[in-house]
T-cell receptor, first 114, second 111 residues
Framework: NAGVMQNPRHLVRRRGQEARLRCSPM?????VYWYRQLPEEGLKFMVYLQKENIIDESGMPKERFSAEFPKEGPSILRIQQVVRGDSAAYFC????????????FGPGTRLLVL | DQQVKQNSPSLSVQEGRISILNCDYTNSMFDYFLWYKKYPAEGPTFLISISSIKDKNEDGRFTVFLNKSAKHLSLHIVPSQPGDSAVYFC??????????FGGGTRLMVKP
Protein backbone atom coordinates (compact mmCIF):
# COMPACT_ATOMS: atom_id res chain seq x y z
CA ASN A 1 0.00 0.00 0.00
CA ALA A 2 1.82 3.09 -1.24
CA GLY A 3 2.07 5.99 1.12
CA VAL A 4 1.59 9.66 0.33
CA MET A 5 3.60 10.56 -2.75
CA GLN A 6 5.02 13.95 -3.55
CA ASN A 7 6.90 15.17 -6.56
CA PRO A 8 9.27 16.57 -7.31
CA ARG A 9 11.37 15.88 -4.23
CA HIS A 10 13.59 18.85 -5.01
CA LEU A 11 12.75 21.92 -7.04
CA VAL A 12 14.97 24.85 -7.93
CA ARG A 13 13.43 28.03 -9.27
CA ARG A 14 14.68 31.53 -10.01
CA ARG A 15 12.88 34.50 -8.54
CA GLY A 16 9.74 35.30 -10.51
CA GLN A 17 9.19 31.78 -11.83
CA GLU A 18 6.31 29.48 -10.95
CA ALA A 19 6.56 26.40 -8.76
CA ARG A 20 4.10 23.49 -8.96
CA LEU A 21 4.17 20.87 -6.23
CA ARG A 22 2.17 17.65 -6.55
CA CYS A 23 0.72 15.35 -3.95
CA SER A 24 -0.99 11.99 -4.39
CA PRO A 25 -2.75 10.90 -1.18
CA MET A 26 -2.75 7.39 0.19
CA UNK A 27 -5.22 5.03 -1.41
CA UNK A 28 -8.66 5.52 0.10
CA UNK A 29 -7.82 8.95 1.52
CA UNK A 30 -9.97 11.84 0.37
CA UNK A 31 -8.58 14.60 2.60
CA VAL A 32 -5.36 16.42 1.76
CA TYR A 33 -3.42 18.96 3.84
CA TRP A 34 -0.42 21.08 2.89
CA TYR A 35 2.17 22.26 5.43
CA ARG A 36 5.31 24.32 5.09
CA GLN A 37 8.49 24.09 7.12
CA LEU A 38 10.74 27.11 6.89
CA PRO A 39 14.41 26.63 7.83
CA GLU A 40 14.87 26.09 11.58
CA GLU A 41 11.12 26.21 12.23
CA GLY A 42 8.27 23.77 12.88
CA LEU A 43 5.61 22.78 10.38
CA LYS A 44 2.90 25.33 9.69
CA PHE A 45 -0.51 24.55 8.21
CA MET A 46 -1.32 26.08 4.85
CA VAL A 47 -4.48 24.56 3.36
CA TYR A 48 -6.95 21.68 3.76
CA LEU A 49 -8.74 20.25 0.74
CA GLN A 50 -11.18 17.55 -0.18
CA LYS A 51 -11.90 16.51 -3.74
CA GLU A 52 -12.82 19.67 -5.69
CA ASN A 53 -13.24 21.70 -2.48
CA ILE A 54 -11.04 23.95 -0.37
CA ILE A 55 -12.14 23.41 3.22
CA ASP A 56 -9.72 25.70 5.07
CA GLU A 57 -7.09 27.96 3.53
CA SER A 58 -6.47 30.09 6.61
CA GLY A 59 -2.74 29.33 6.59
CA MET A 60 -2.16 30.18 2.97
CA PRO A 61 -0.53 33.51 2.03
CA LYS A 62 -3.14 35.68 0.36
CA GLU A 63 -1.15 36.33 -2.78
CA ARG A 64 0.78 34.11 -5.20
CA PHE A 65 -0.26 30.83 -3.52
CA SER A 66 -3.10 28.58 -4.64
CA ALA A 67 -4.09 24.96 -4.16
CA GLU A 68 -6.44 22.52 -5.79
CA PHE A 69 -7.48 18.90 -5.47
CA PRO A 70 -9.33 17.98 -8.67
CA LYS A 71 -11.73 15.10 -9.10
CA GLU A 72 -9.05 13.19 -10.97
CA GLY A 73 -5.33 13.44 -10.33
CA PRO A 74 -3.09 14.74 -7.59
CA SER A 75 -3.45 17.79 -5.41
CA ILE A 76 -1.40 20.75 -6.69
CA LEU A 77 0.14 23.55 -4.66
CA ARG A 78 1.05 26.39 -6.97
CA ILE A 79 3.33 29.30 -6.11
CA GLN A 80 3.49 32.09 -8.66
CA GLN A 81 6.34 34.58 -8.97
CA VAL A 82 8.44 32.85 -6.32
CA VAL A 83 10.64 34.89 -3.98
CA ARG A 84 13.61 33.78 -1.88
CA GLY A 85 11.41 33.64 1.23
CA ASP A 86 9.40 30.81 -0.37
CA SER A 87 12.42 28.50 0.00
CA ALA A 88 11.20 25.80 2.36
CA ALA A 89 10.13 22.18 2.64
CA TYR A 90 6.52 21.67 1.62
CA PHE A 91 4.78 18.62 3.04
CA CYS A 92 1.52 17.07 2.03
CA UNK A 93 -0.51 14.86 4.36
CA UNK A 94 -3.64 12.82 3.79
CA UNK A 95 -6.32 11.21 5.94
CA UNK A 96 -9.32 9.03 5.19
CA UNK A 97 -11.73 11.53 6.69
CA UNK A 98 -12.05 14.34 9.16
CA UNK A 99 -12.51 13.94 12.89
CA UNK A 100 -9.97 12.04 14.92
CA UNK A 101 -8.15 10.67 11.94
CA UNK A 102 -4.41 10.47 11.74
CA UNK A 103 -2.73 12.46 9.00
CA UNK A 104 0.03 10.64 7.15
CA PHE A 105 2.77 12.66 5.55
CA GLY A 106 4.63 12.44 2.29
CA PRO A 107 8.40 12.89 1.96
CA GLY A 108 8.11 16.56 1.08
CA THR A 109 9.26 18.83 -1.73
CA ARG A 110 12.25 21.00 -1.00
CA LEU A 111 11.94 24.25 -2.89
CA LEU A 112 14.99 26.43 -3.36
CA VAL A 113 14.54 29.87 -4.89
CA LEU A 114 17.71 31.39 -6.32
CA ASP B 1 0.69 33.02 19.41
CA GLN B 2 2.20 29.56 19.80
CA GLN B 3 -0.61 27.24 20.79
CA VAL B 4 1.63 24.16 21.03
CA LYS B 5 5.07 24.41 22.61
CA GLN B 6 7.95 22.05 23.05
CA ASN B 7 10.22 23.85 25.47
CA SER B 8 13.22 21.55 25.16
CA PRO B 9 14.93 21.94 21.78
CA SER B 10 17.13 18.93 22.45
CA LEU B 11 17.45 15.90 24.69
CA SER B 12 20.30 13.44 25.09
CA VAL B 13 19.69 9.98 26.57
CA GLN B 14 21.76 6.83 27.03
CA GLU B 15 20.72 3.74 25.10
CA GLY B 16 18.39 1.53 27.15
CA ARG B 17 17.18 4.36 29.37
CA ILE B 18 13.86 6.20 29.20
CA SER B 19 13.35 9.22 26.95
CA ILE B 20 10.67 11.68 28.03
CA LEU B 21 9.61 14.37 25.59
CA ASN B 22 7.25 17.08 26.75
CA CYS B 23 4.68 19.28 25.09
CA ASP B 24 2.40 22.04 26.40
CA TYR B 25 -0.65 23.55 24.73
CA THR B 26 -2.91 26.50 25.38
CA ASN B 27 -6.02 25.81 23.31
CA SER B 28 -8.53 23.88 25.43
CA MET B 29 -10.50 23.03 22.28
CA PHE B 30 -7.84 20.59 21.07
CA ASP B 31 -9.37 17.12 21.16
CA TYR B 32 -6.76 14.92 19.50
CA PHE B 33 -3.02 14.87 19.97
CA LEU B 34 -0.32 13.16 17.94
CA TRP B 35 3.42 12.58 18.05
CA TYR B 36 5.51 12.43 14.90
CA LYS B 37 9.14 11.53 14.38
CA LYS B 38 11.17 13.17 11.65
CA TYR B 39 14.52 12.37 10.11
CA PRO B 40 16.38 14.97 8.02
CA ALA B 41 15.15 15.26 4.44
CA GLU B 42 12.13 13.02 5.14
CA GLY B 43 8.50 13.65 5.99
CA PRO B 44 7.13 13.28 9.53
CA THR B 45 6.31 9.70 10.48
CA PHE B 46 3.31 9.09 12.70
CA LEU B 47 4.18 7.46 16.03
CA ILE B 48 1.24 7.51 18.40
CA SER B 49 -1.86 9.52 19.19
CA ILE B 50 -4.28 10.12 22.02
CA SER B 51 -7.82 11.38 22.21
CA SER B 52 -8.71 14.05 24.75
CA ILE B 53 -11.06 11.60 26.48
CA LYS B 54 -8.12 9.41 27.49
CA ASP B 55 -5.11 10.05 29.68
CA LYS B 56 -2.79 7.34 28.40
CA ASN B 57 -2.13 5.39 25.24
CA GLU B 58 0.53 2.75 24.79
CA ASP B 59 2.03 1.16 21.68
CA GLY B 60 5.07 -1.03 22.19
CA ARG B 61 7.95 1.09 23.45
CA PHE B 62 5.95 4.31 23.09
CA THR B 63 3.50 5.69 25.63
CA VAL B 64 1.76 9.05 25.47
CA PHE B 65 0.32 10.66 28.58
CA LEU B 66 -2.21 13.48 28.53
CA ASN B 67 -2.89 15.78 31.49
CA LYS B 68 -5.79 17.95 30.41
CA SER B 69 -5.92 20.05 33.55
CA ALA B 70 -2.28 21.03 33.05
CA LYS B 71 -2.64 21.16 29.24
CA HIS B 72 0.42 18.96 29.02
CA LEU B 73 1.31 15.80 27.16
CA SER B 74 4.42 13.70 27.16
CA LEU B 75 5.91 10.90 25.10
CA HIS B 76 7.84 8.16 26.87
CA ILE B 77 10.16 5.87 24.94
CA VAL B 78 11.36 2.81 26.84
CA PRO B 79 13.93 1.48 26.24
CA SER B 80 15.54 4.12 24.04
CA GLN B 81 17.51 2.90 21.03
CA PRO B 82 20.06 4.69 18.83
CA GLY B 83 17.60 4.44 15.92
CA ASP B 84 15.21 6.64 17.90
CA SER B 85 17.54 9.60 17.34
CA ALA B 86 15.44 12.10 15.38
CA VAL B 87 13.37 15.24 15.81
CA TYR B 88 10.06 14.63 17.57
CA PHE B 89 7.07 16.87 16.99
CA CYS B 90 3.88 16.96 19.00
CA UNK B 91 0.77 18.13 17.19
CA UNK B 92 -2.81 18.90 18.15
CA UNK B 93 -6.05 19.31 16.29
CA UNK B 94 -9.63 20.44 16.81
CA UNK B 95 -12.18 18.11 15.23
CA UNK B 96 -9.67 16.66 12.81
CA UNK B 97 -8.92 19.84 10.95
CA UNK B 98 -5.45 21.27 10.58
CA UNK B 99 -2.62 20.10 12.81
CA UNK B 100 -0.89 22.67 14.99
CA PHE B 101 2.70 21.62 15.59
CA GLY B 102 5.18 22.32 18.32
CA GLY B 103 8.68 23.45 17.39
CA GLY B 104 10.18 19.98 17.84
CA THR B 105 12.68 18.33 20.19
CA ARG B 106 15.85 16.75 18.85
CA LEU B 107 16.44 13.43 20.62
CA MET B 108 19.91 11.92 20.63
CA VAL B 109 20.26 8.40 21.96
CA LYS B 110 23.87 7.53 22.72
CA PRO B 111 25.07 3.94 22.37
Amino acid sequence: NAGVMQNPRHLVRRRGQEARLRCSPMKGHSHVYWYRQLPEEGLKFMVYLQKENIIDESGMPKERFSAEFPKEGPSILRIQQVVRGDSAAYFCASSPGSGRETQYFGPGTRLLVL
Amino acid sequence: DQQVKQNSPSLSVQEGRISILNCDYTNSMFDYFLWYKKYPAEGPTFLISISSIKDKNEDGRFTVFLNKSAKHLSLHIVPSQPGDSAVYFCAATVAGNMLTFGGGTRLMVKP
